[in-house]
């Protein structure tokens, strides 16, 4: 046994490592579980979870771009009721702090879906996803309305006393500006980054090669624009940030600590090897024991700048 | 599901641009079944990104076949790997073709790259039950035919065989297909699947299609391969994880 | 003689193809005239220019990324007065429309640089880049400031008759509210898109791997984003697009020109194969020709959305 | 300035990480200098996405040389390759080492991997003059002597020759360097060539280097090579246009 530290604090949400499941690639926990053992994981983050049911963009929803992918799911998801009850058994069976990711389309949506969720102790934190970019009928574009994120969480809050982190949009002039609000309203970490607006096209039929025009470009091509938007926060805002944004290595997470992250996820990677995340864990550790670092908590905005 | 590094065996290339790869990887082929396919990671840089989906086309003992066309980047790669080299496999995946029906004749349609898992089924129904196989092209050299038996063939522009579409093959054929004893396993372009479909719901056949989708992980955590569902319009079904086979009365094409 | 139409109409400005080399990836054109026919190109765009020299960041200026690349070279150039006695003599023996691109961190300093170089009749257009992302002694961060970018427009409309094309930054939350700016100022044009900012670290030294800290991401990496950029100005603005970012092949070039694009700009690419942007304007010859296309210009803007 | 498809003849592997590569690539062969580089693609793709610079190592009649480390996937990706494939090269790059200066004893100063560009300058200077070498590494394992000619070697672990870092070794043999007739040729790493440039100024030697830089084009057209320079403190001197070799004293290391 080492006697490495592996824990993380993201405010008072503590885990026990810092390699979180991102919200959307992962679904609820099942598929997953076949590859990795959850139990080892520092958290989970469910598929954002809507009131109602919806069914998401009819297809063409996936493209791959250089070094990355586009994304336009339109947040298909099963909804909350459907989500309490038949998937919440499955992750009940496992000892990995759940964060339930909600996703809405106006203030009362976000506050109705957290205040039924909340009941349930499974559920250990709530991620809200104020960033979305590929849903049309989404009522508000939240995500760069800085004051509409504000009323959204200052809502959330009342209803909750689990952690509340916010996942912020990287389609804004200052994302830090965002972060602001989020420490003002009380919530308590943020994550960063959610996927950038883009799109492609078919050159033959002169369409979007999506349905939905635009999607979310996620994976290693925007891990530079995913630090730089860390570091950011991390120099003007004192919240704590969990890191999203191409990572696919072990290398990229403590790039992200480093960067200002107190905990990072994984997304675009699972699809590419679900055995990734819990490999991770191990060379994070390996990584600790060959640098003398006792906790990895230490590495946590420890650039040098 | 299993994740395994498996070495390529030989990569042969059958026609002008399609290529069949035999793979040792024993794990995966003998818990495979014919229909299901394999994500395949044909690089471990960053670009191609992610894996590309493909047929189990055949398995023979410790080693599985498939079968492709060079379209893009992954299968330029792919079709370049040579002995020595290897592949990261992902699979076997989704649901394959229901050998259980009640049937004693299976007709196998195939539409280009269709014939894709054919080699496979062939294989598994063996000597069990009776096959016959219609494989359209566009064009002669579009026509595969390997490893298949017992079939007939057409092409658009007439170059061999009957001259249209393969769902017309069949229709003219129409006389050999005893609605109560056979079943038809199609795999082709979306047009064609959908002719079958028209055809098959008109003559009222028990019928399977291999469907396609646009895919990031092959084992249903994106959601990024829906198809609509006749049973449900409310919600998609996933062409990885409900398919990639389906009753062709269950989905609209 | 194919009689195929290459020629676009940026606004007033006029090229006899829509293959641009973009500021700051041809430096004044010397040493690419040894790779490209440069009178067979569009046009080409200078590296952007102020009115006192620069000497740019201390090195590292380069990190390579995932299909993409980050640069904080920090504006080095020689200054408007050394570009018109050393670089202009060069670039006058080539019948290829020259745009000077033009960096200030001031107001007075856009007039006076557009000023001093309008009379110049080598100078075909100006190109005003407000959307350098690398200078850490910068004054104003113009690109993200509406109100700045308004202001630098009009008052350097006031100096020049030439083109004005403003090269925008892809760096804020709804560019278009930009390029409506631009319009209502009196620029012909937009560039879209400048580099997106990022960043990267040395996990071995803590230390970002830029001297600048941050730098601009470019290259295929970012194609996704700067395609959405550019299908949203056109969607919005009655205003001509240049497109920028990525492009690495004809088709790349089909593909913004039917996003929105009235022409286009290489900037990478010129890094890895200087012989590209000649031969793509073959290739997209060969592309009309077998698509039954007499002008390319009628590809701009012919997304079925 | 050339760009080349050049077919790789053969790639040998001749330390625990380090390999030669022998290119076929006549016009850039017949028109390069020792110390000039090479900036070579090593994959179509778009990742990697830059070429990767590398000193010409040497140069046979038609083929050129060059010698690599495995860093990262760059240089991976070029040591898996095999005659039968290529790389595409740019080239010659830059200014090479001035062997025009009046001087009887070429004094070779490298470290690690900086032998790269050595044996061709020694081909170069062939028996016209004398050469001395002196070789160093951080252990017996890394030092590379390949076609280096009358040479001493250094490690700092001690584990072959003079223990102690290169430059070091060259002042313990200051009585062989007179230095009116011997012209100095270094590189190495920079902690190295700084050394270099303190015991060249100390000892008022004349001593040219190679240097390295990041670089994304490799011909002056993207600013991302600058190196301090002596003489105008207002204007950076370019790794790639106005070097990779500079006199060590119109640079800051
Ligand atoms: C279940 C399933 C089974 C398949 N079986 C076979 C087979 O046996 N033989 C065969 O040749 N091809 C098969 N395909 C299609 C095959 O996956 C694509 O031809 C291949 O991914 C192209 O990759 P590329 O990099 O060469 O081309 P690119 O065009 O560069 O691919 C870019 C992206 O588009 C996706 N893509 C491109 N074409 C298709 C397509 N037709 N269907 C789904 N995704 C696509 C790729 O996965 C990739 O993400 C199958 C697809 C699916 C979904
Ligand atoms: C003028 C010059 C001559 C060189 N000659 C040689 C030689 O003869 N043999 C040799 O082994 N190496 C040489 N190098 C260094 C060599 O270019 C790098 O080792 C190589 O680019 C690493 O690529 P990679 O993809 O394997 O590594 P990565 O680490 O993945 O490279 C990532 C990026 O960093 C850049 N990079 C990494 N290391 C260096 C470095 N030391 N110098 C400059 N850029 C770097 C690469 O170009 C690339 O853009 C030379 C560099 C320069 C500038
Ligand atoms: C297919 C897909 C679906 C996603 N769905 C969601 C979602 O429902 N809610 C959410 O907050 N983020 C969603 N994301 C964004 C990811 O959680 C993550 O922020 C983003 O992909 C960047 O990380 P990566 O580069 O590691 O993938 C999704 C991403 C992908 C690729
Ligand atoms: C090394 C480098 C230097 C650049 N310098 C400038 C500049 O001086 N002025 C400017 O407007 N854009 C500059 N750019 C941005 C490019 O003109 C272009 O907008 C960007 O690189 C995106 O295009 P690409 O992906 O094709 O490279 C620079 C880009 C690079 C890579
Ligand atoms: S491909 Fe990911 S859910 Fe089907
Ligand atoms: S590497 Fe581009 S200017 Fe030197």
């Given at each position: 046994m080492s006697d490495i530290d592996l824990s993380v604090n993201i405010g008072k949400f503590k885990l026990r490592n810092p390699i979180m499941l991102a919200s959307g690639t992962v679904g609820y926990g099942n598929e997953i579980s076949e590859f990795s053992d959850?139990?080892?994981?520092?958290?989970?983050?469910?598929?954002?979870?809507?009131l109602k049911p919806r069914k998401g963009n009819p297809p063409q929803r996936i493209v791959e771009t250089p070094s990355g992918m586009l994304n336009a799911i339109g947040l298909a998801n099963v909804g909350v009721d459907i989500f309490l009850k038949e998937k919440i058994p499955f992750l009940k069976k496992y000892d990995v702090p759940l964060v339930c990711n909600i996703a809405a389309s106006t203030v009362e949506e976000y506050v109705e879906c957290t205040r039924i969720l909340d009941s349930e102790e499974t559920i250990k934190a709530f991620e809200i996803n104020v960033s979305c970019p590929n849903v049309k009928d989404g009522g508000l574009q939240f995500g760069n309305d800085i004051k509409a994120v504000g009323l959204v969480i200052s809502k959330v809050r009342a209803v909750t006393n689990k952690p509340l982190i916010i996942k912020l949009s990287p389609n804004v002039s200052?994302?830090?500006?965002?972060?602001?609000?989020?420490?003002?309203?009380?919530?308590?970490?943020?994550?960063?980054?959610?996927?950038?607006?883009?799109?492609?096209?078919?050159?033959?039929?002169k369409k979007p090669k999506l349905y939905n025009v635009n999607g979310g470009l996620s994976g290693p091509a925007i891990k530079?624009?995913?630090?730089?938007?860390?570091?950011?926060?991390?120099?003007?805002?004192?919240?704590?940030?969990?890191?999203?944004?191409?990572?696919?290595?072990?290398?990229?997470?403590?790039?992200?600590?480093?960067?200002?992250?107190?905990?990072?996820?994984?997304?675009?990677?699972?699809?590419?090897?679900?055995?990734?995340?819990?490999?991770?864990?191990?060379?994070?550790?390996?990584?600790?024991?060959?640098?003398q670092l006792n906790k990895i908590s230490d590495l946590t905005a420890s650039y040098l700048i | 599901m299993l994740i395994v590094n498996s070495p390529v065996v030989e990569t042969i290339q059958i026609h002008e641009n399609i290529f069949i790869q035999k793979i040792l990887s024993p794990e995966i082929a003998h818990n495979s079944n014919p229909g299901q396919f394999l994500n395949i990671?044909?690089?471990?840089?960053?670009?191609?990104?992610?894996?590309?989906?493909f047929s189990i086309c055949d398995v023979e003992?410790?080693?599985?076949?498939?079968?492709?066309?060079?379209?893009?980047?992954?299968?330029?790669?792919?079709?370049?790997?040579?002995?020595?080299?290897?592949?990261d496999i992902l699979?076997?995946?989704?649901?394959?073709?229901?050998?259980?029906?009640?049937?004693?004749?299976?007709?196998?349609?195939a539409g280009g790259?269709?014939?894709?898992?054919?080699?496979y089924l062939t294989r598994k129904i063996g000597k069990s039950k009776k096959i016959i196989s219609f494989v359209g092209g566009r064009s002669k050299n579009d026509l595969i035919t390997y490893s298949m038996m017992n079939f007939l063939t057409s092409t658009d522009d007439g170059s061999e065989g009957f001259k249209g579409n393969v769902v017309k093959l069949l229709e003219e054929n129409r006389d050999k297909l005893d609605k109560e004893k056979i079943k038809i396993f199609g795999c082709g372009p979306n047009?064609?699947?959908?002719?079958?479909?028209?055809?098959?719901?008109?003559?009222?056949?028990?019928?399977?299609?291999?469907?396609?989708?646009?895919?990031?992980?092959?084992?249903g955590i994106c959601q990024g391969c829906p198809i609509e569902s006749t049973q449900n319009p409310d919600k998609y079904l996933l062409v990885c994880k409900d398919g990639p086979v389906f009753n062709v009365k269950d989905v609209n094409l």
């Open positions: 959850l139990n080892k994981l520092g958290a989970i983050v469910t598929k954002s979870l809507s200052y994302i830090s500006e965002f972060a602001q609000v989020v420490k003002n309203e009380g919530g308590d970490a943020v994550s960063a980054i959610n996927t950038l607006v883009g799109t492609a096209f078919n050159i033959i039929t530079p624009v995913a630090l730089a938007k860390v570091l950011e926060i991390s120099r003007k805002v004192d919240i704590p940030i969990i890191g999203i944004g191409g990572i696919m290595n072990w290398k990229d997470v403590i790039e992200f600590m480093i960067a200002g992250a107190s905990a990072i996820q994984i997304g675009t990677l699972n699809f590419i090897d679900p055995t990734a995340p819990e490999r991770m864990i191990k060379e994070l550790e390996d990584y600790c024991v060959s640098n | 990671r044909v690089s471990e840089t960053a670009n191609p990104l992610l894996r590309r989906p003992g410790d080693n599985i076949f498939i079968m492709f066309n060079v379209m893009g980047e992954g299968t330029k790669i792919l079709a370049c790997k040579q002995p020595g080299s290897s592949v699979g076997p995946l989704g649901n394959g073709f229901n050998l259980d029906d009640d049937f004693e004749i299976a007709v196998i349609v790259l269709g014939s894709a898992p054919f080699p047009a064609m699947l959908k002719s079958l479909k028209d055809f098959s719901i008109k003559y009222d056949y028990n019928c399977e299609i291999s469907t396609e989708s646009a895919m990031a992980c092959g084992f």
